[in-house]
């Protein structure tokens, strides 16, 4: 009969810890043998790169048969855990080309649709950080849930909104349940990202997370365009819905996957004070002041300036963060590889040369065009920031410490549209999408200032 062992071996200043089957001993012996073939070829314990390959790609797997980079079962979370985020993000893409139009035609003026957009920042802003903290001691697949569940109830309650001032309460309850969600999801996969290719398997899951959300646009765009605004909002529903399937059905409890790690509890100052990560916290904040723009009052200066239809308004948006995605993973090895802080200075500053070219356009080719730098710019940075994240984050803890990132996102999100708006009823439109690449360049500028 077959039992179970457990196993510690460290090659190279690297532990690995697994499970195995405790064979009989016939089996153990040939194995034993096959190990020792390996061991005794001279090239093997060479000191240098390649010892460290030889050693990962066989000794490591024959001894805790396993994968090294992640426990069979923790790469089945992994996955699935993607597949959840991609549709969960796909049901709120979908609502994101219609807002800004039909709270205009719920009488809303500028100042009222930044109002609409930063309620939804502002509850996520409130209870990030602290159910980060609570991810951290209880268990995160548990609260996925729960925010999904919010999810579903919220896009049924969008179809009752009868007024500027109703919409705003329902994106609140729609922040609550994204705090539940993405911030959580994205813990959960540091939890099992593997030492050293935070920036890859971060990539992964914001392949996911950006895919969803491009897709989103260009189907809510479509049936926007050629069915109602209800339907958009049912589809937001059945889609969710299918993301709570998903995560009750296929993701395990991350406690039995041994993910978890233990550590003593971190507080918020030592984590927004922390060297490495409070120049990050102050660029996510600054930066996303202008970020707002395009989701927010991109789709309202293409539809009442340019005279752009809502189908190619969804095409624009969606175009654009499909190629932010596809470069996520890409982008996240040269993370591990390179410098981080260098490809976040250069990310941001390509995106404030798109947010300032916006502006300057007059035709639906050149307004893809600024979109297409905006998400090169993007796609650049993204993967350093979340990688940086990753790393700390593992020792701090991950949900503690993506609870703080992401409330510096949501303080930027929340002040963003608001004064954004503040300047369209103001000054044009042409002073939002300047604002926008002012703040971005004093966001990278702030990051290099903080992280010397």
């Known amino acids: 009969m077959y039992s179970y062992e457990y196993t510690e071996i460290n090659v190279a200043g690297k532990t690995y810890q697994s499970s195995r089957i405790r064979q009989p001993l016939r089996l153990k012996i040939m194995e034993h043998k096959r190990v020792l073939r390996l061991a005794h070829r001279p090239t093997v314990f060479a000191h240098d790169q390649a010892t460290t390959n030889v050693f990962e790609e066989f000794i490591i797997p024959v001894l805790t048969r396993r994968r090294i980079t992640l426990e069979e079962s923790s790469v089945r979370a992994f996955r699935i855990l993607v597949l959840s985020v991609f549709v969960a993000m796909m049901g709120l893409g979908i609502i994101s080309p219609i807002i800004p139009n039909y709270a205009s035609d719920l009488g809303a003026t500028g100042v009222m649709i930044g109002l609409i957009y930063s309620s939804f920042s502002l509850s996520r802003a409130i209870l990030q950080a602290p159910i980060g903290r609570l991810s951290d001691s209880y268990s995160k697949k548990k609260i996925i849930i729960i925010g999904l569940v919010g999810y579903t109830v919220t896009s049924v309650l969008y179809t009752f909104v009868t007024s500027p001032e109703t919409l705003i309460l329902v994106r609140l309850l729609h922040g609550v349940g994204s705090a539940m969600v993405m911030p959580v999801a994205m813990a959960y996969a540091i939890e099992l990202t593997p030492e050293g290719q935070e920036g890859k398997y971060m990539g992964y899951l914001s392949t996911a997370l950006f895919s969803g959300f491009g897709a989103g646009p260009l189907l ?33 409890d991350e406690r039995t996957l041994g ?119 993007s796609a650049l940075s993204l993967p350093a920031v979340t990688a940086i994240i990753a790393e700390e984050g593992k020792e701090l803890g991950a949900g503690s410490t993506v609870g703080v990132f992401n409330t510096a996102m949501s303080v930027g999100q929340i002040v963003g549209p608001v004064f954004t708006g503040f300047l369209l009823d103001n000054y044009g439109m042409g002073t939002v999408f300047n604002f926008a690449g002012a703040v971005g360049i004093v966001s990278v500028a702030a990051f290099y200032l903080m992280s010397r």
């Open 220 to 252: 809510g765009g479509y049936i926007y365009e050629n069915y109602s605004t209800a339907l958009v909002f049912n589809a937001m529903s059945v889609l969710v819905s299918i993301s709570l399937v998903l995560t009750i059905l296929f993701v395990p």
């Open 259 to 377: 993910a978890r790690r233990e550590r003593p509890k971190v507080s918020f100052w030592k984590i927004l004070t922390h060297k490495k990560l409070s120049g990050v916290f102050v660029y996510r904040a600054v930066n996303a002041l202008g970020r707002g723009t395009i989701m927010g009052f991109l789709p309202l200066f293409a539809v009442q300036t340019l005279g752009i239809s809502g189908t190619a308004v969804g095409i624009i948006l969606s175009v654009g963060i499909f190629i932010h995605a596809f470069l996520q993973t890409p982008m996240g090895v040269i993370a591990d590889r390179y410098d981080r802080k260098r490809l976040l200075i250069w990310g941001g500053l390509i995106s404030s040369l798109g947010y300032f070219y916006m502006i300057r356009i007059g035709s639906t080719a050149e307004l893809f065009a600024a979109r297409l730098i905006v998400s090169a710019g």
